[in-house]
């Protein structure tokens, strides 16, 4: 086996398809394959991380030789933990897949190996700081899809823009949770008003609920008080 080029992702050593392939004497294919036909045996965020997109080009950028490792115009990459590279191990079952996960996990797979109690209390430092950014930035990356669906659930209105689902509405305002039956309730009392006061009901598409109606702000000023 041929030295590894060392790649961690989150902190955590991983190997790419080629890498493992390389290491235990098989083919890419076989490795895609084992994947391919046991995906319910393996794990995202446990046996392997899949990159796309932004993370992709994050983790290419941080690599000195892209080429030795990706190609650095794949549009997506599987990186292997020590626990997908042992469950590889074990789907290939030969004796070279065996004595080669022995040897990754007592060296590529254990970085502090043979460091002075300086060396580990820094790496433990490193990689505390690298576990912080990678919090901070999946945090980021939450609050952002978060406001990207209030912002679709708020805007379930009709083309005049004045027109509101009840759940749209309470989304608006920023009240999450609304019941069912709550939402029933205040349905009926829009309704009622709008046919008392001569507003127009409209009427929406909601992934949950079907067909349901939409009101004027104006009345739903009213109810939700």
Same mark, same amino acid.
């Given at each position: 086996m041929n030295e590894l080029t060392v790649l961690e992702h989150n902190n955590i050593r991983v190997l790419t398809t080629e890498q493992?392939? *390389?290491?235990?004497? %098989?083919?890419? !294919?076989? !490795?895609?394959?084992n994947f391919k036909n046991n995906r319910e045996r393996f794990v995202e965020g446990k046996h392997y991380f899949k990159l796309e997109g932004a993370d992709l080009k994050a983790f290419k950028d941080s690599l000195e030789n892209i080429e030795s490792v990706v190609g650095s115009r794949a549009p997506s990459l599987i990186l292997w933990t020590k626990q997908g590279a042992a469950r590889?191990?074990?789907? @290939?079952? =030969? /004796? +070279?897949?065996? /004595?080669?996960? /022995?040897?990754?996990?007592?060296?590529?797979?254990?970085? =502090?190996?043979?460091? =002075?109690? *300086? *060396?580990? @209390?820094?790496?433990?430092?490193? %990689?505390?700081?690298?576990?912080? +950014?990678? !919090?901070?930035?999946a945090n980021v990356r939450l609050d952002k899809v978060d406001e990207r669906l209030l912002d679709v659930e708020s805007k379930q209105m009709t083309i005049d823009q004045n027109h509101y689902t009840i759940i749209g509405y309470a989304n608006l305002m920023g009240i999450r949770g609304v019941s069912r039956e709550i939402t029933a309730s205040?349905? +009926?009392?829009?309704?009622?008003?709008s046919r008392k006061q001569g507003y127009h009901i409209g009427k929406e598409y909601d992934a949950e609920y079907g067909m349901v109606n939409t009101y004027h702000v104006d009345v739903l000023q009213e109810v939700f008080k």
């Open positions: 493992l392939a *390389e290491a235990y004497g %098989c083919k890419v !294919i076989h !490795i895609q394959q590889h191990s074990k789907m @290939l079952g =030969t /004796d +070279r897949a065996g /004595d080669v996960f /022995d040897e990754l996990e007592e060296s590529y797979f254990n970085p =502090t190996k043979g460091m =002075t109690p *300086e *060396e580990f @209390l820094l790496y433990s430092a490193q %990689c505390l700081v690298e576990q912080s +950014r990678a !919090i901070k930035a205040l349905g +009926r009392k829009a309704s009622a008003m």
